[in-house]
C-alpha cells in the first residue's frame, strides 16, 4: 500500500552536510505524518525530527535540534532532512516513517506511533 524509499546517505568529514530524502508511493501523502529516525550501532532506535501532515509544525530530538530540519514537499511526495554541522556521533542510519492517522497537526515522537518504514540509508561522519 504505502512504500518508503530513503537516500542521499554517504561519507562526510565532520561539520559538513548532508541532505536526505524520502520519496513515499501513493497518492494520499499528505494525510500523513512523517517522520525521521536514527539507529547508531548497538544502541535503540531514536527520534530525530517530525513533521505534520500540513508541513506547518515540525519537532526534533535534543541532540539535533538546531543543526537538522526536516521539511516536506506533498505535491512530489517527498519529505527531507537537512543535516547541518554533523558530528561523528550523528553515524547511523537514518529511517523514514509515516503515520497513516495521526491527530491534526501532530508530530509523533514514539516508534510505535508510525505505521510505515524505509529501509534505511547510512550516514557515516569522520571525525
Known amino acids: 500500500q504505502v512504500q518508503l524509499v530513503e537516500s542521499g546517505g554517504g561519507f562526510v568529514q565532520a561539520g559538513g552536510s548532508l541532505r536526505l530524502s524520502c520519496a513515499a508511493s501513493?497518492?494520499?501523502?499528505?494525510?500523513?505524518?512523517m517522520g525521521w529516525f536514527r539507529q547508531a550501532p548497538g544502541k535503540e532506535r531514536e527520534f530525530v525530527a517530525a513533521?505534520?501532515?500540513?508541513?506547518?509544525?515540525?519537532r526534533y530530538g535534543d541532540s539535533v535540534k538546531g543543526r537538522f530540519t526536516i521539511s516536506r514537499d506533498n505535491a512530489k511526495n517527498t519529505v527531507d532532512l537537512q543535516m547541518n554541522s554533523l558530528k561523528f556521533e550523528d553515524t547511523a542510519v537514518y529511517y523514514c516513517?509515516?503515520?497513516?492517522?495521526?491527530?491534526?497537526?501532530?508530530?509523533?515522537?514514539?516508534?510505535?506511533?508510525?505505521?510505515?518504514w524505509g529501509q534505511g540509508t547510512q550516514v557515516t561522519v569522520s571525525s
Open positions: 516513517a509515516a503515520d497513516w492517522r495521526p491527530s491534526f497537526d501532530s508530530t509523533p515522537t514514539a516508534k510505535s506511533e508510525y505505521d510505515y
Open positions: 513533521i505534520s501532515r500540513g508541513g506547518g509544525h515540525t
Open positions: 501513493g497518492r494520499t501523502f499528505s494525510w500523513y505524518a
